[in-house]
């Protein structure tokens, strides 16, 4: 019986689209007025259409690099701005965000939306890499409330927000399959885009990630750069023969991870002294997820959402996944 009403209730969860698990959820937050819904939907709305560029990116004139470098000195790739502008747009007309940070724009944006009541920061494109060689690669969001009064100006009070301030975060893998996850505060929840019906759908139902894991995660090439305490780590990882995974994009590598059990860590290099990875386009909105899925992510000193950022394109050290995993790597580079 206790058997056939799991089976039950695993069964009628599916089937449900993102659109209508939104509109359920809303009744969740007394506060809000669906403008977080819509939202949300917005920025599926974006993903499906980039998804549908990125499946014919060896078709059109897409692929490879659109001759420009971002803020950080990186080289843009034409498929880094095309999804810029798509989730500008996407989230600019939906109307309900007055303010986007992106990590391929050097300053805030002003949508002109004043009466908005969010802000969203986001890497459109997180990968970049891998986009010309059939890789998996991710888009990633965190959405805010604005700290100033609505009906004014965003300012960058509203932009320079900690992690533990989000009210919902999310990110979009275009893998093998296409999946968008997010979060609002109250579990882990993954939808698989059926292309057949145009749809997100419940696949992943409150997700949780285990403990322990067997998977460690890391730049190989960076190992002589890194603090003892991380060789000490991958030492015993290598010892237990564990297994090395690192695809390059951080998307496909956490959602591994985090379903799998594991941990991947971006620290300090010669390089990049912070670590590679930016504070409000990528570690917050994973950290927020992770920590809804029962793991952990820090800088190694303190937990990643605590991290009051001081400027829009801050880069930290990222240790994140399974809690066991990162606990026992804080302790050894204390
Ligand atoms: P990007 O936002 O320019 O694509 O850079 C971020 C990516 C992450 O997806 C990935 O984890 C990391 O950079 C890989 O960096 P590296 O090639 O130094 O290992
Ligand atoms: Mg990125």
């Given at each position: 019986m206790a058997h056939n009403q799991t089976v039950e209730k695993f069964v009628s969860s599916i089937g449900i689209t993102l659109d209508r698990f939104i509109a359920q959820k809303q009744?969740?937050?007394?506060?809000?007025?669906?403008e977080l819904s819509q939202l949300l939907r917005d920025i599926a709305l974006a993903a499906k259409i980039i998804n549908k560029e990125i499946m014919r990116s060896g078709l059109?004139?897409?692929?490879?690099?659109?001759g420009d470098t971002n803020v950080q000195g990186e080289e843009q790739q034409k498929l880094d701005v095309v999804a810029n502008v798509r989730y500008i747009r996407a989230l600019t007309k939906g109307g309900e965000v007055c303010a986007i940070v992106s990590e391929e724009e050097e300053d805030m944006i002003d949508t002109g939306n004043h009466n908005a009541k969010y802000i969203v920061s986001m890497?459109?494109?997180?990968?970049?890499?891998?986009i010309d060689v059939n890789m998996p690669i991710g888009t990633i969001f965190s959405v805010y409330r604005r700290?100033?009064?609505?009906g004014t100006p965003p300012t960058l009070e509203d932009a320079?927000?900690?992690?533990?301030?989000?009210v919902a975060a999310g990110y979009v893998l275009y893998g093998s399959s296409n999946i968008l996850v997010y979060t609002t505060g109250k579990g882990v929840n993954g939808f698989t885009y059926d292309h057949s019906i145009g749809e997100f759908i419940l696949s992943h139902v409150n997700i949780q990630t285990p403990k322990d894991g067997s998977i460690f995660s890391y730049n190989e090439g960076n190992v002589n750069d890194l603090a003892d305490g991380f060789k000490t780590y991958i030492a015993d990882c290598r010892s237990k023969k564990m297994s090395a995974r690192y695809v390059g994009s951080l998307v496909a590598d956490f959602h591994r991870n985090m379903l799998k059990g594991g941990v991947f860590f971006y620290p300090a290099t010669g390089k990049s002294p912070n670590g590679?990875?930016?504070?409000?386009?990528?570690?917050n909105a994973l950290a927020f997820i992770i920590e809804q899925a029962g793991g952990k992510s820090t800088d190694g000193k303190q937990r990643t959402l605590e991290t009051q950022p001081t400027s829009l394109h801050q880069r930290v050290p990222l240790i994140i996944g399974s809690a066991n995993m990162v606990d026992k790597i804080v302790d050894l580079i204390k």
């Amino acid at each position: 019986m206790a058997h056939n009403q799991t089976v039950e209730k695993f069964v009628s969860s599916i089937g449900i689209t993102l659109d209508r698990f939104i509109a359920q959820k809303q009744a969740d937050f007394s506060y809000a007025k669906g403008e977080l819904s819509q939202l949300l939907r917005d920025i599926a709305l974006a993903a499906k259409i980039i998804n549908k560029e990125i499946m014919r990116s060896g078709l059109i004139d897409i692929e490879g690099s659109a001759g420009d470098t971002n803020v950080q000195g990186e080289e843009q790739q034409k498929l880094d701005v095309v999804a810029n502008v798509r989730y500008i747009r996407a989230l600019t007309k939906g109307g309900e965000v007055c303010a986007i940070v992106s990590e391929e724009e050097e300053d805030m944006i002003d949508t002109g939306n004043h009466n908005a009541k969010y802000i969203v920061s986001m890497d459109p494109l997180d990968g970049s890499s891998n986009i010309d060689v059939n890789m998996p690669i991710g888009t990633i969001f965190s959405v805010y409330r604005r700290k100033t009064p609505v009906g004014t100006p965003p300012t960058l009070e509203d932009a320079l927000q900690k992690g533990n301030e989000q009210v919902a975060a999310g990110y979009v893998l275009y893998g093998s399959s296409n999946i968008l996850v997010y979060t609002t505060g109250k579990g882990v929840n993954g939808f698989t885009y059926d292309h057949s019906i145009g749809e997100f759908i419940l696949s992943h139902v409150n997700i949780q990630t285990p403990k322990d894991g067997s998977i460690f995660s890391y730049n190989e090439g960076n190992v002589n750069d890194l603090a003892d305490g991380f060789k000490t780590y991958i030492a015993d990882c290598r010892s237990k023969k564990m297994s090395a995974r690192y695809v390059g994009s951080l998307v496909a590598d956490f959602h591994r991870n985090m379903l799998k059990g594991g941990v991947f860590f971006y620290p300090a290099t010669g390089k990049s002294p912070n670590g590679k990875l930016r504070l409000l386009h990528e570690c917050n909105a994973l950290a927020f997820i992770i920590e809804q899925a029962g793991g952990k992510s820090t800088d190694g000193k303190q937990r990643t959402l605590e991290t009051q950022p001081t400027s829009l394109h801050q880069r930290v050290p990222l240790i994140i996944g399974s809690a066991n995993m990162v606990d026992k790597i804080v302790d050894l580079i204390k």
